[in-house]
C-alpha cells in the first residue's frame, strides 16, 4: 500500500472504528509505528482534524467524516460478502487487496446504516464449495493475471482426466488466457488453445510448469468472455431419469451442465446439455442404480461398460462376468 492510499486508509479507519492506537493501526496496515506517527502528522497538517489523548490513541473530532457513498444495506453488504469471498479464495495480493476495500467501504457507510450491514454480514456464510487454493494455485493464479492483463501467451504442461487421453496424461499447450473462472470449487482458465485451435477451459490445479510468452495476442472483437460457455459448442442433449426416492437429493448436488428438470410419474427427469460424453460420467456413476440414462444411446453404452469394468475388479478371477 503506498502512502497516499495509506492515509485515506488511516482517516477511514478511524471513522469506521473510532479511536485508535499506533499500535493497532500499524498492525492494521502492516507497517511501523514510526510510520504511523508520520502518517497522523501529515494528516494534521493536510487539515484533518485528529485528535491525541496520551496513552488512548487517536481519533477524529467530532462531527468530521468524509462524504458517505450512496450506497443501501443490500448494496454494501453484496459487496463486502464479496470481498470476504475474494480474500479467501484469490491469492495473498488479492486478499490485501480485499480486506482494504472492505474496511473502505465500512468506513464511508453512516453509522445506522453501517450497523445493519454488519448485523447482516455477521449471519450470512459461505460454507461448502469455497476452498482456499494452496500456494501453488495462488503463483498460479497471480501469473495469470498478468498473463491476461499484459495479453501474454502463455505456454503450460496441463494433466488430462480421462482414461482415453492416458498416453497424452501430461501434453505441453500454449494458450491466449481470456479469463478466469470460479465453479464448483475450483478455478478454471478460459483460453484459446493453440493445439485444439479452439476455446477450451483448464482447471489451474492441473496447470504445472506455467511460464508467460514475450509474445502477446489480441482478442477477437467478437470474443466476450461472459459468453464464453455458449461458445463452448454443448450440442450433445443428455436426458437421464432419477429415481424419486432421490429426487431431492439430485437437485441439491446438481451438475453444471444440468438445463432442466421435470417430475415425472416415474422419477426425476433431468436434461443436461455437454461437449463430451465423459464430462458427465463420473457424476452420473455417483447416483449408482438409482439414474438410468434414456437417451442418447452412446451414453448409455459408455456407462454399460464402465460398471462391467468395476465389476471386473470385484469378481474372483475365475468367475464369469455376464454381458
Not at 10 to 32: H, K, N, P, Y
Not at 138 to 164: G, K, M
Not at 243 to 254: H, L, M, P, S, T
Not at 303 to 310: V, Y
Amino acid at each position: 500500500m503506498n502512502k497516499t492510499d495509506r492515509l485515506l486508509a488511516i482517516v477511514l479507519e478511524l471513522q469506521r472504528r473510532g479511536r485508535q492506537r499506533a499500535e493497532d493501526l500499524a498492525e492494521t496496515f502492516e507497517t511501523s509505528k514510526r510510520t504511523i506517527y508520520r502518517d497522523i502528522l501529515a494528516l494534521c497538517e493536510a487539515g484533518v482534524p485528529i485528535i491525541s489523548v496520551p496513552g488512548q490513541g487517536y481519533s477524529l473530532m467530532k462531527g468530521y467524516f468524509l462524504p458517505p457513498l450512496s450506497f443501501t444495506a443490500e448494496e454494501a453488504t453484496m459487496l463486502l460478502l464479496g470481498s470476504h469471498f475474494m480474500a479467501k479464495n484469490f491469492d495473498a495480493q488479492y486478499r490485501a487487496a480485499a480486506e482494504s476495500a472492505a474496511r473502505k467501504i465500512e468506513g464511508v457507510l453512516p453509522e445506522t446504516l453501517r450497523a445493519d450491514v454488519q448485523y447482516l454480514q455477521s449471519n450470512i456464510r459461505f460454507i461448502g464449495p469455497i476452498n482456499a487454493p494452496d500456494t501453488r494455485e495462488h503463483e498460479t493464479l497471480q501469473q495469470l493475471r498478468r498473463a491476461l492483463l499484459d495479453r501474454n501467451t502463455i505456454r503450460f504442461r496441463y494433466h488430462t482426466r480421462h482414461r482415453s487421453d492416458e498416453q497424452d496424461a501430461f501434453r505441453t499447450r500454449e494458450a491466449d488466457p481470456y479469463g478466469l473462472a470460479y465453479i464448483l470449487s475450483a478455478w478454471y482458465l478460459v483460453a484459446y488453445c493453440h493445439t485444439r485451435q479452439d476455446i477450451r477451459n483448464f482447471r489451474l490445479d492441473r496447470i504445472e510448469e506455467l511460464e508467460l510468452l514475450p509474445r502477446t495476442f489480441t482478442r477477437p472483437a467478437n470474443v466476450q468472455f461472459n459468453q464464453s460457455e455458449r461458445d463452448q459448442e454443448r450440442n450433445i442433449t443428455v436426458r437421464v431419469l432419477f429415481d424419486k426416492e432421490i429426487a431431492r437429493w439430485v437437485r441439491e448436488g446438481r451438475s453444471f451442465y444440468v438445463t432442466s428438470e421435470e417430475e415425472t410419474a416415474d422419477g426425476l427427469l433431468v436434461t443436461l446439455r455437454i461437449r463430451h460424453e465423459r464430462e458427465i460420467l463420473q457424476w452420473l456413476l455417483s447416483w449408482g442404480s438409482r439414474v438410468r440414462i434414456v437417451e442418447p444411446a452412446s451414453l448409455r453404452e459408455r456407462m454399460a461398460a464402465e460398471t462391467r469394468a468395476m465389476l471386473r475388479n470385484y469378481q474372483p478371477a475365475d468367475s464369469p462376468i455376464t454381458h
